[in-house]
Structures are given as structure tokens and as C-alpha cells.
């Protein structure tokens, strides 16, 4: 796992370290020096800690204006034991609501196990939002983590699925992605077709 890098192409377009705005603001990265783990692998040093034993982020990319984040995860995304929505919601969903982000796409491909717990943070998470027309985007969920999803029914809060999936997000910038994401949360017919 320690090979796995957050997706670093969009670097040019945004840091979390140099947005003043960000919970990640100021934070220096090392290259070599890996100290977070899941479990008892390490992680690349570039992944982003905000409480969880077992799930770790990288804030990508961060759109003001837009009302738009995006963010990578990796691990295992586990309610049950570690209640790790609740360190999500608090530390990173909440912060970044508070400068009026209420569009959110989470890349979800390097998550390998989701365990359920209570659903009350999300129910907050989208009470939250859904005031300012926004919504919450999962793209690569595994099928394994997706079945875990759909029996909380994580789909009557979010997006996510076999075509949602299948969206190539890499092939974008990110204002192109959220712009392509937003059409399809209002139009979900032109979501592409499962590969």
C-alpha cells in the first residue's frame, strides 16, 4: 500500500497545504518518511490523516466559487469500530461547510471494506446540504464496498453506482469534472453506460 499515491495531476490547479482555508493548511509532506499505517501497512506519506485508524484522505481539489471539493480516500472505511464518520463529518465536512462547500465527490476506488454503524452523520451531512442544492458524489466504489453501502441505504443520501462508476474522471480537469458530475445529479439519464 505504501506505493499508493493520491491522484497528483491536479496539483497544479490546487494544494491543500497552501489553501488558507483548508484543514490541511501549512502541512509539510515528506516523500521518504512514512509513519501512517493501515493496520500494519504503511501508506504513502502523502495521504492526509483527520482521526480515523483506518481511513485516510487527500483533499484534491477545492472550488470556492463553485461550492465544490473533491476527495480521494484510502482504506478501510469502518462506522462500526472506529465511527469514522463521525471524524469525517467533524473534521474535514464540516470545516470545509463552513466556507459554503455543499458539493461533494468523493473518489472511492482505494477503499477496500466499508462497515456500517448508525447513519445519524450522514443524515447531519445531508440535512446540511440540502438547503443549498447540494449533493454528495461517490465515483469508483468497489462492488464488495458498494453492496456494504446499500444496506445502510446510502443511496438515498448519495450518488453512486455501476455508471457512476463508470465516468473517467482522470480524463478531466477538475472544473470539468464537477461541471460533468453537477449535470448528471440533474440529469441522470446521461450518466455513461456501465463497461
Known amino acids: ?17 497552501t489553501d488558507i482555508h483548508s484543514p490541511f ?9 512514512f509513519s501512517n499505517k493501515i493496520y500494519n501497512f504503511f501508506i504513502h506519506p502523502q495521504w492526509d490523516e483527520f482521526g480515523s485508524a483506518t481511513l485516510y484522505l487527500k483533499l484534491l481539489y477545492v472550488d470556492y466559487e463553485e461550492g ?64 443549498n442544492n447540494g449533493w454528495i458524489v461517490f465515483l469508483g466504489v468497489q462492488n464488495h464496498v458498494r453492496e456494504e453501502m446499500d444496506k445502510i441505504q446510502l443511496y438515498n443520501i448519495s450518488f453512486y453506482g ?23 445529479v440533474e440529469r441522470p439519464m446521461l450518466l455513461p453506460e456501465e463497461e
Not at 25 to 33: D, R
Open 1 to 17: 500500500m505504501h506505493d499508493i499515491e493520491p491522484y497528483y495531476a491536479w496539483r497544479d490547479y490546487y494544494t491543500a497545504e
Open 25 to 33: 493548511y501549512g502541512k509539510e509532506y515528506s516523500e521518504f518518511h
Open 68 to 131: 465544490f471539493c473533491i476527495i480521494e480516500l484510502i482504506g478501510e472505511w469502518n462506522d462500526a469500530l472506529y465511527n469514522d464518520i463521525m471524524f469525517f463529518k467533524r473534521e474535514i465536512i464540516d470545516h470545509l461547510q463552513a466556507r459554503q462547500i455543499y458539493r461533494f465527490i468523493l473518489i472511492t476506488e482505494n477503499v477496500l471494506n466499508f462497515h456500517s454503524g448508525e447513519d445519524d452523520y450522514y443524515q447531519e451531512w445531508l440535512e446540511d446540504i440540502t438547503d
Open 162 to 184: 455501476p455508471r457512476w462508476d463508470a465516468i473517467r474522471w482522470r480524463s478531466y480537469e477538475p472544473i470539468e469534472i464537477y461541471e460533468k458530475i453537477n449535470e448528471y
